[in-house]
């Protein structure tokens, strides 16, 4: 690694103001760009999963979340939802097999690891191709909604450590993460739903797409609240595994894992709050009529 003489924090700032740049303009771009990135994530993503699972003496399959990530990728990518279930249903037993023919101990643990990795580093972050291509009638995309969401996800980690480390007290999940405090979660929560409704004004007033007042206050809480979330469930994997980072690949961050576990939870959270309560609202209203008629 170069050094350019910074402190940790300053390498932390400008490792994360790069990589946010970077994500930021494959989102924007969409297509290929954003395909491009999700494949980066998955690989390096599930890689360091599994070395997390090494140091507990697990060995989930890598070829087997490969394959499954890449099947999972190409039926996403060309909006194949019908496929979505046999390709789960197959890699699945695919990981059984593994563990029959090739396998070695703990055999049922690296099953269970293996189908995890599938869903964790792979189905999950791939929401993303969803939520950025969602459109409707109102809303030509959703790239609006993932720009809010990344917002708050980054305005979390802004806000849980800078008040976290000038007012926490009371600890979060000592056992899982001791630095993490009550009065952090509750400030990370604050800025973010606060850089969401900045955000949803900027989409109201400069790019006149109307959105409801309402809609960029659950976009951010939903957002703070499942990147929180993501993050402890990382930090649980870690500490079992009686590892500090899940590598060593981002400076200042540790591993790739330990940057985007707060996303990992949040993308799909946030696609199905979009799709069914933003974008596609008919079946409230369906459900409201049906409840008027019986009465």
């Known amino acids: 690694m170069i050094d350019l003489g910074l402190n940790k924090n300053a390498v932390r700032m400008l490792t994360g103001f790069i990589m946010g740049t970077i994500v930021m303009l494959c989102i924007i771009q969409g297509g290929l760009a954003l395909l ?9 993503g599930s890689r360091e999963y599994v070395k997390i699972l090494n140091h507990k003496g697990f060995y989930p399959s890598l070829k087997v979340i490969y394959l499954t990530e890449a099947i999972l990728t190409t039926v996403v990518y060309f909006k194949r939802f019908d496929l979505v279930a046999i390709t789960l249903t197959i890699c699945a037993m695919c990981s059984f097999m593994w563990v029959l023919f090739v396998g070695r101990q703990p055999y049922i643990a690296n099953v269970a690891t293996t189908l995890l990795g599938m869903v964790y580093c792979g189905w999950f972050p791939l929401h993303l191709i969803f939520l950025r291509d969602l459109s409707s009638a109102q809303y030509d995309s959703g790239l609006g ?27 979060l999940a000592p056992v899982i993460s ?3 405090t009550i009065e952090g979660s509750v400030g990370g929560m604050f800025f973010a739903i606060l850089g969401a409704i900045i955000i949803g004004l900027y989409i109201d007033k400069l790019l006149h797409i109307s959105i409801r007042w309402y809609i960029p206050i659950f976009v951010g809480l939903i957002s703070t609240v499942f990147a929180q979330i993501g993050d402890l469930c990382e930090s649980l994997l870690k500490r079992d595994a009686g590892v500090k980072d899940s590598g060593s690949s981002l400076p200042g961050h540790g591993g790739f894992l330990d940057r985007t576990d707060s996303f990992i939870f949040t993308i799909p959270i946030m696609y199905y709050f979009c799709k069914c309560f933003v974008f596609h609202t008919e079946w409230i209203s369906t459900c409201i009529n049906y409840v008027k008629g019986l009465f």
């Open 36 to 44: 491009g990135l999700l494949i980066f994530m998955l690989i390096v």
């Open 145 to 171: 909604f993932v720009v809010m969401m990344f917002t708050a996800i980054l305005m979390t980690d802004v806000g849980c450590y800078y008040v976290g480390t000038k007012f926490g007290k009371h600890k």
């Open 178 to 180: 001791p630095n993490k």
